[in-house]
């Protein structure tokens, strides 16, 4: 496994030939270049030549090169490494719409190459057990997955020496600390909380006129295509997302369940709103872009004009523009990922090992701590606009917007997000930032002085501040490290903590920074939005992945307007719905029913299919196959809805129902 440099010199020396002709002659198979020191090697002298790959995701991983691999000399190959690439500033020729694998590989460890001071040259890194119990919180909060535990990458090399001064020692919490400059005061652009409309409202709004702000007459025209039989109706697709919500609320093995009779099993409610083929029409052609420009989209695919996201772009930006416009967050904001579940072949989908949903879509969330979605992002891979910061730090900055948002806000974000770097950035722009840190970090204090050590007793708080940016450490079941420019080291908070004392387990007053207890407080608004959507959620399985994000964004549509909602009654002094009851009353709304309305009774009497035909028609008007004799009938049971015929000769229903009765006699 050589670069290109390497095997000039290791062919030179062996005297396979000279200089010129190693760079002039020798063929070189080059699949893909990226600008990293662990991306692709180049090797030569093969009948078949292989590309062998050894980052931090695949260990010494060999494959045959495809049938479209070109094919260059060792000048023609360092002259492409070293020039700009022609495809922007991301530097690698990899399909615009696939997750990087190097990106993605740190991300599941918690790293960033840009954030973090590893050195991943050296190979002689150990293997770290990854601990799964969770990281100590002072107020037993949600857990939180990856940023609730402390779970070290597999292989390390050594560290980089720290930017940040190492001659400093930690402080305790006995050494007063203030803040060097006031915090920002909190200016929102709007007052926050619900917006006009529904801001001045004097009444409760119903859930359908709620759940419309975000799925507008705009937003449901995208999704109104030309389909097999009929054209889609505006009211129609609303009876659709009615359907896929009941769904929801009344699970079913299957989707055609609902609408099975004969049946102790029977759902009535369903095919009185839809028929079951139309449905299933609707659910296999729905779209939220045009097919054409689709097809014209993937022609392009390789090209910075190509849009990964060109499926799902006219609903995805309409859904985002109504989350920011119905609604101004308050104070405390939480940045996090979140998985769409889905399987689908499509170079979005990732695998997270250590997530619940492990294969999915993932998405960077902004939320506040009622689990208000504020604005959202798709991961797509590396970005074509790259700072040069790392994915911690543009995936964090791409959902703040000061211009929406105004200045004075505190976001927290965990292990994978914090970063000096990027809290330095958010205070120059106003905003506030607290989250745990990982030590690996670029510009986190690396001294020993007065560090905390196993030993530490429990409630010991160790502290360096540089700036506006305070570190802590602080010793509970085991170490847990807080960076914030929002707080001070030490308040005098106090959090109950079960410890030993005289051969007896007690409850003691254990010393914790603010930090800690503000983090926990206000870190799980993404988690809180991830448990209200999958308690009745849209989502059904699909091969096509866009209509499983296409059922995640009624999720959210949904899950955002019963918040607003609960805003709205707390501020009229109602008593709100309660999750279940919003839903439901939503599903008979959007499906035109009363959700009070009882089952109507039905007798097996046999009724037309088509009723009011007239004149040639009215013996052949809606026939269908019946389903005992298989011959075209025009009745049906009023009940069952079965074709079945009566006639002179032959009467299915009669028999069909005497057959009925007797089995189950």
């Not at 020729?93 to 190097?102: F, G, H, V, Y």
């Not at 102790?264 to 709103?273: C, D, G, K, L, R």
């Not at 309660?578 to 007798?603: M, N, P, R, W």
Request: some cysteine; overall charge positive; aromatic content about 10%.
């Amino acid at each position: 496994m050589f670069t290109v440099l390497q095997l000039c010199q290791i062919y030179f020396k062996q005297g396979k030939c000279n200089e010129e002709q190693i760079w002039s002659h020798t063929p070189v198979c080059l699949i893909q270049y990226v600008q990293h020191s662990q991306g692709f090697f180049v090797l030569t002298g093969l009948t078949k030549p292989k590309i062998s790959v050894r980052d931090k995701k695949y260990h010494n991983a060999s494959f045959q090169i495809s049938l479209h691999t070109k094919y260059f000399t060792l000048r023609e190959a360092l002259d492409l490494i070293t020039a700009p690439s022609e495809y922007g500033a991301s530097g690698h020729l990899s399909d615009p719409d696939s997750a990087d694998s190097e990106d993605e590989a740190d991300f599941v460890e918690g790293t960033d190459p840009c954030q973090d001071n590893v050195d991943n040259v050296e190979e002689e890194g150990t293997e770290v057990s990854c601990s799964t119990e969770a990281a100590p919180t002072p107020e037993g909060s949600r857990g939180r997955g990856r940023s609730r535990l402390t779970c070290p990458p597999a292989k390390r090399g050594k560290r980089s020496r720290s930017l940040s001064g190492d001659a400093a020692a930690w402080m305790s919490e006995k050494d007063p600390d203030s803040l060097p400059h006031p915090l920002p005061n909190f200016c929102p652009k709007r007052k926050p909380g619900v917006q006009l409309p529904f801001s001045e409202c004097v009444d409760r709004p119903s859930p359908s006129e709620l759940f419309k702000i975000y799925f507008d007459h705009a937003a449901i025209k995208t999704l109104c295509k030309k389909f097999t039989w009929t054209d889609l109706t505006e009211a129609e697709l609303y009876h659709y997302i009615g359907i896929t919500l009941y769904m929801g609320v009344l699970k079913l093995p299957k989707m055609r369940d609902f609408w099975r009779v004969n049946s102790i099993f029977h759902v009535q409610y369903p095919s009185e709103v839809m028929t079951r083929d139309r449905f299933l029409t609707i659910t296999w052609n729905i779209h939220m872009s045009d097919p054409a420009e689709d097809t014209l989209n993937d022609r392009k695919k390789g090209t910075t004009d190509y849009d990964c996201l060109h499926r799902l772009r006219p609903l995805y930006d309409s859904l985002r523009v109504a989350c920011k416009a119905a609604y101004q967050p308050q104070q405390n904001l939480s940045v996090d990922e979140r998985m769409v579940s889905t399987k689908a072949r499509v170079a979005l989908n990732q695998y997270i090992k250590s997530k619940p949903t492990k294969w999915g879509i993932k998405l960077f969330v902004l939320s506040d701590n009622p689990g208000y979605t504020v604005d959202f992002n798709i991961y797509t891979g590396r970005s074509t606009l790259v700072t040069g910061k790392g994915l911690s730090f543009d995936a964090v900055m791409a959902l703040i917007n000061k211009n929406y948002l105004g200045t004075g806000y505190h976001i927290y974000c965990d292990n994978f997000y914090t970063s000096p770097a990027l809290f330095h950035h958010l205070h120059d722009l106003g905003f506030g930032a607290c989250g745990i840190f990982q030590d690996t970090r670029v510009g986190v204090p690396k001294t020993k002085l007065n560090a905390l050590t196993k030993k530490s007793p429990r409630g010991t708080i160790r502290w360096i501040r540089e700036g506006p940016l305070i570190f802590i450490k602080w010793t509970d079941t085991r170490e847990v490290s807080v960076c914030s420019t929002l707080h001070s080291a030490f308040s005098g908070d106090t959090v109950k903590r079960m410890c030993k004392a005289e051969g007896q387990h007690r409850a003691i007053d254990v010393p914790v920074p603010s930090a800690v207890k503000d983090y926990n407080r206000f870190m799980g608004g993404v988690d809180l939005s991830d448990q209200l959507i999958g308690s009745y959620s849209s989502w059904r399985r699909s091969r096509k992945w866009y209509v499983t994000v296409l059922h995640h964004f009624i999720d959210i549509a949904i899950t955002n307007s019963y918040l607003v909602s609960k805003e709205l009654c707390g501020r009229l002094e109602q008593q709100p719905m309660t999750h279940q009851d919003f839903q439901e009353q939503l599903i008979a709304e959007l499906c035109g029913v009363s959700s009070q309305s009882g089952t109507k009774s039905y007798q097996h009497i046999p009724v037309a299919i088509v009723e009011g035909a007239s004149g040639q028609n009215k013996a052949t008007k809606g026939c269908r196959k019946g389903r005992l004799c298989g011959k075209c009938t025009p009745f049906k049971c009023e009940a069952c809805k079965l074709a079945l015929c009566v006639i002179v000769d032959r009467n299915c229903h009669r028999a069909y129902y005497t057959s009925t009765t007797a089995a189950e006699g």
